[in-house]
């Protein structure tokens, strides 16, 4: 007579495997969550620096900044009040007005606090408060 053997994982092999996936996931997990919060400032210095780049080719059509009364919707649509642009491009000078990473409209100031000859352009960060820490600090054009 044969005997059937039966093929298939024990239950201490699936623990072990278990116990492993376990340990990989304790050490892998803490590094993979940190990295959103690196991609949002990142995605944040990347929107200030093409507002920024926006904000220059204005100042060469027009000779000036868009007051802050005018703000960033001036990179969009043809500003009213003054300073008059001279020669405002129709096109714009950005497709659309980006929002920081965490849904915040970013902050923009001529003549800046920090860049007194020209202009300040920030998010505010992930609680959309001036001040703050890590997440919570701003992302400003004065900043590397």
């Not at 996931?25 to 995605?43: C, H, Y």
């Not at 802050?68 to 659309?96: C, F, H, V």
């Not at 915040?104 to 920030?122: A, C, K, L, T």
């Amino acid at each position: 007579m044969q005997s059937k053997r039966q093929s298939g994982f024990t239950l201490i092999e699936i623990m072990v495997v278990v116990v492993i996936l376990g340990v990989l996931a304790a050490l892998v997990v803490p590094t993979i969550m940190s990295r959103p919060d690196q991609a949002k400032g990142t995605v944040a210095r990347t929107d200030v620096n093409a507002i920024g780049s926006a904000l220059e080719l204005y100042r060469l059509d027009n000779g000036f900044y868009p007051s802050t009364e005018q703000g960033l919707d001036a990179l969009i649509e043809e500003p009213m009040g003054s300073p008059e642009p001279r020669r405002w491009n129709p096109d714009g000078y950005l497709p659309k007005l980006p929002v920081d990473p965490w849904g915040h409209p970013y902050q923009y100031e001529v003549p800046g606090q920090h860049n007194i000859r020209s202009f300040d352009v920030y998010s505010l960060g992930a609680d959309g408060r001036a001040g703050g820490d890590g997440v919570n600090a701003e992302v400003g054009n004065w900043k590397d």
